[in-house]
């Protein structure tokens, strides 16, 4: 069994506000849809295959925002911000985790970190590369190759990655789609203490109903809609 959310934290505040999200290609693939998510909570967003949740999500991380519709972070206005701005807090602020996971396979894992650092401005010491490897449950591996790890260690890498440089919110797409439930349990876990805790912003998209249980706010994709149906 999955663990469920815990109930016992502090008021949460919004951190970041979409209006009017408008998504096309060759049809209509959102229209007209607004979606908030919290500082300290966990926020799905669920659909079939194919229904947007991927489109979203890279607009709403920055991959693919084009200033097309009203969007706040963290108290900033999007709309204000120039590409090149727009692309310094995805560096430094935000991480986008996909179900394939991208590593630098010629580089140990403390070799992965310490780069991932280094792109975000920041220096990572070993007490602190440590520390994170030790939150994702891959204390003792630093210096093991990508190629090595366990799809489900490739995931917890994944968030270590974001960890080390800084990241305030996680954009997570159906990385726990490949795994068994022993090690979705582990990737849960893990996303539930970075939001209970140390009040990361978390967005994870799944497929997964089973996934519903434990997170805080959901939202659903269908017919070219995004609903709010779990809060």
């Given at each position: 069994m999955l663990i469920g959310a815990c109930k016992n934290r502090i008021e949460v505040t919004i951190m970041l506000k979409a209006r009017h999200i408008e998504i096309s290609y060759y049809?209509?693939?959102?229209l007209d849809a607004c979606f908030e998510a919290h500082h300290g909570k966990l926020t799905g967003l669920i659909g079939e295959s194919g229904s947007g949740k991927s489109s979203l999500l890279n607009r709403l991380s920055?991959?693919?925002?084009?200033?097309?519709?009203?969007?706040?972070?963290?108290?900033?206005?999007?709309k204000e911000l120039s590409k090149?701005?727009?692309l310094q807090l995805l560096k430094s602020k935000i991480a986008y985790l996909r179900q394939e996971?991208?590593?630098?396979?010629?580089?140990?894992?403390d070799g992965n970190l310490r780069m991932e650092?280094?792109?975000?401005?920041?220096?990572?010491?070993?007490?602190?590369?440590?520390?994170?490897?030790?939150e994702v449950e891959l204390d003792g591996k630093k210096d093991l190759y990508p190629a090595a790890l366990s799809g489900g260690e490739k995931q917890r890498l994944a968030i270590a990655l974001a960890l080390v440089?800084?990241?305030?919110?996680?954009?997570?797409?159906?990385?726990?789609?490949?795994?068994d439930e022993v090690n979705t349990q582990k990737i849960i876990e893990i996303l539930q203490h970075l939001a209970y805790e140390d009040r990361k912003l978390i967005v994870l998209a799944t497929h997964d109903d089973s996934l519903i249980d434990v997170l805080d706010?959901?939202?659903?994709i269908q017919d070219e809609?995004?609903?709010?149906?779990?809060?």
């Open positions: 049809q209509p693939v959102l920055l991959y693919s925002y084009d200033h097309d519709f009203d969007y706040e972070i963290d108290g900033l206005n999007m090149h701005d727009c996971c991208t590593f630098m396979d010629n580089m140990r894992i650092a280094k792109i975000a401005g920041k220096t990572l010491s070993d007490e602190r590369l440590h520390q994170v490897l030790k440089k800084g990241a305030g919110i996680l954009f997570l797409d159906e990385i726990t789609s490949a795994l706010d959901v939202y659903e809609k995004l609903m709010k149906i779990k809060e």
